[in-house]
């Protein structure tokens, strides 16, 4: 089991900026890849950005890249989402995921869940 808590979130004004972490603590050794998704409401919960866990390879959705950047810090277990130049459409709940498997952007594909942080951008 890979237990994980995300922080971070908050109210922040159209083009501010935000940090969202990730903590991951359990049997961390079996994950590969590490995710971001985000579920406003009415909404499919959605692919944001994808790490592979041992470094090199990120994804992101089309519509965060250039101003969302994922990074990891091994040492620590934390997965971070620096998200800059907030627009009022990524107002949702953003979740932290992890895989046990390669990299990917399929939701279905993560095997554990946070529990959630929610981000308001006001315009």
């Known amino acids: 089991q890979v237990q994980l808590v995300e922080s971070g979130g908050g109210l922040v004004q159209a083009g501010g900026s935000l940090r969202l972490s990730c903590a991951a603590s359990g049997r961390t050794e079996t994950t590969q890849a590490m995710g971001w998704f985000r579920q406003a409401p009415g909404k499919e919960r959605e692919f944001v950005a994808a790490?592979?866990?041992?470094?090199?390879?990120?994804y992101y959705a089309d519509a965060v890249k250039g101003r969302f950047t994922i990074s990891r810090d091994n040492a620590e277990n934390t997965v971070y989402l620096q998200m800059n130049s907030l627009k009022p459409e990524d107002t949702a709940v953003y979740y932290c995921a992890a895989k046990s498997t390669r990299i990917g952007i399929d939701r279905y594909e993560y095997d554990y869940w946070g529990q959630g942080t929610q981000v308001t951008v006001s315009s």
């Open positions: 790490i592979r866990w041992s470094g090199g390879s990120a």
